[in-house]
């Protein structure tokens, strides 16, 4: 059987995907935190998912925040330019909160 089509008539449900930034995974959005630069400039971990502004994905996961905060990617994903304490507070809540 070469078609792909299921039971309820062939629509495939699509879900959004995005990469982590840390581990280059793609997983389902809802399943990773968004890391957002609001319209202010202040970048946030956004633990429920309502905050404005740029997004960048990772993991839940303080081990892929740290691999993203080694290769800069959410700094150039959100183009700026994140301080050390910004990423010192958000590992400390990301470890909090996993
Ligand atoms: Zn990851």
């Known amino acids: 059987m070469s078609d792909k089509k299921t039971a309820n008539g062939g629509k495939i449900k699509k879900i959004p ?3 982590c930034l840390g581990c280059n995974e793609h997983k389902p959005k809802v399943e990773l935190l968004r ?3 609001t319209p ?3 970048i946030n971990l956004d633990f429920k998912g309502k905050m404005n502004g ?3 994905y990772i993991c839940w996961n303080p081990a892929c925040l740290a691999k993203a905060r080694k290769s800069r990617r959410i700094d150039r994903n959100l183009e700026c330019e994140i301080p050390e304490e910004v990423y010192d507070r ?3 809540e990301l470890k909090e909160n996993v």
Request: net charge positive.
């Open 35 to 37: 890391v957002v630069r």
């Open 54 to 56: 740029r997004g960048a």
């Open 40 to 42: 202010e400039g202040e």
């Open 90 to 92: 958000m590992e400390k």
């Open 17 to 19: 995907m995005r990469q």
